[in-house]
């Protein structure tokens, strides 16, 4: 984000959970609170933690999504 880099989990898919159809690409930034509107944002990937999946309920999605970006900060720490 401008000059700043930042820790971060992306998916990049197509929502399955939500039966989406186009590509996205979503990125948690760890660590920060602010306004990303209107901002230009560059995104480096690092690895890939695991194949894009349907969810039973958003709920299990976001228990998901709480084990990825524990994960990610593992992978950032280590590296």
Sequence with gaps: VGETR???ATSFGIRPTF???DVRVETH???FDGD???QTLAIEFVARLREEEKFATVEAL???IARDVAQ????????
Excluded: N, T
């Design 36 to 38: 990303l509107y209107d």
């Design 6 to 8: 930042y820790a971060s």
């Design 62 to 64: 976001v228990a998901q």
């Design 29 to 31: 930034i760890m660590d």
């Design 19 to 21: 039966d989406g159809r």
């Design 72 to 79: 990610a900060r593992e992978i950032l720490a280590a590296g």
